[in-house]
């Protein structure tokens, strides 16, 4: 399984992005894709959870400081899962990341679990 980010960029406080996780490979990965996660970095800091989606009954999750800013979405015929992010801080700057777990439907932010990640997407918000 192969996961690739895109939709990062330079955006002014309060701005939106929209970043997006592409999935592909043998339709076996694909199928056995539990949840998918979105995580950050920035500089400085220790990667952590965004975000997470549930393949099996949809649900979501958010952390606090994300929550009511951010929306996580999926195309399941474009096998992709997309990260809606409004009302942007300086403080969401980082590299973003996805990852998939292929044994579990239930949201979880343990990075060690995660079965696939992406090489990152860098977001940078800054007046």
């Known amino acids: 399984l192969r996961l690739v980010e895109s939709g990062g960029g330079l955006v002014q406080p309060g701005g939106s992005l929209r970043l997006s996780c592409a999935a592909s490979?043998?339709?076996?990965?694909?199928?056995?894709?539990?949840?998918i996660g979105w995580f950050r970095q920035a500089p400085g800091k220790d990667r952590e959870g965004v975000s997470c989606l549930s393949f099996g009954s949809g649900s979501t999750n958010y952390t606090d400081s994300v929550t009511g800013r951010f929306t996580i979405s999926r195309d399941s015929a474009k096998n992709t899962v997309y990260l809606q992010m409004n009302s942007l801080k300086v403080e969401d700057t980082a590299v973003y990341y996805c990852?998939?777990?292929?044994?579990?439907?239930?949201?979880?932010?343990?990075?060690?679990?995660?079965?696939?990640w992406g090489r990152g997407t860098q977001v940078t918000v800054s007046s």
């Open positions: 990852a998939a777990d292929f044994g579990t439907y239930k949201c979880h932010g343990r990075e060690s679990l995660f079965d696939a």
């Open positions: 490979g043998n339709a076996e990965d694909l199928s056995d894709i539990g949840i």
